[in-house]
T-cell receptor
């Protein structure tokens, strides 16, 4: 299995632009999570889906952030408009049988 | 408030030495996870502890869980340089393996 696949690996964008991060979970995993990692705040859970349904989005920082999971094999995290303080590494993870597997992350830089 | 605290935050140790990283959490849970992260890399699952008294070992690392004390430990035996990384514990407070709250991480540096 290829594991959790995220794209792009790196993204540099200008403030105000829309950014879309993508995630393909491991086949057969029924839960998917988006995390954000920064030096200041560590790892924060943004949102998670169970069977493609958003269960808890309380970690989404603002209305500028939105996430979708249209099917079991794909999810997106969108930031519109982006701001410099959104700069972070964004991880996607999927779980099966009480174990979470993380993707390689997307390093986002907003200038 | 759900909190997961690790200590120390930074640990520098010599090769061959033993040390323990501690993970305390604020509310009852019997699901605790340990992850390793190398610089610029993703999180790699090390241990999944799912019951009180659970103990798991892999190579020079051993993890244990005491749910009554709300404490997990990650013990390093005879450290080697390859163990240098940041170690995170994470707790599932929901009981459904659905939402992990991470500790702050312990950055381990093993010197030659």
């Amino acid at each position: 299995d290829a594991g959790v696949i995220q794209s792009p690996r790196h993204e540099v964008t200008e403030m105000g632009q829309e950014v879309t991060l993508r995630c393909k979970p491991i086949s057969g995993h029924n839960s998917l999570f988006w995390y954000r990692q920064t030096m200041m705040r560590g790892l924060e859970l943004l949102i998670y889906f169970n069977n493609n349904v958003p269960i808890d989005d309380s970690g989404m920082p603002e209305d500028r952030f939105s996430a979708k999971m249209p099917n079991a094999s794909f999810s997106t995290l969108k930031i519109q408009p982006s701001e410099p303080r959104d700069s972070a590494v964004y991880f996607c993870a999927s779980t099966r049988k009480a174990e979470a597997f993380f993707g390689q992350g997307t390093r986002l830089t907003v200038v | 408030e759900l909190k997961v605290e690790q200590n120390p935050l930074f640990l520098s140790m010599q090769e061959g030495k033993n040390y323990t990283i501690y993970c305390n959490y604020s509310t009852t849970s019997d699901r605790l996870y340990w992850y390793r992260q190398d610089p610029g890399k993703s999180l790699e699952s090390l241990f999944v502890l799912l019951s009180n008294g659970a103990v798991k070992q892999e190579g020079r690392l051993m993890a244990s869980l005491d749910t009554k004390a709300r404490l997990s430990t990650l013990h390093i035996t005879a450290a080697v340089h390859d163990l240098s990384a940041t170690y995170f514990c994470a707790v599932d407070f929901t009981g459904t393996a659905s939402k992990l709250t991470f500790g702050t991480g312990t950055r381990l540096q093993v010197t030659l």
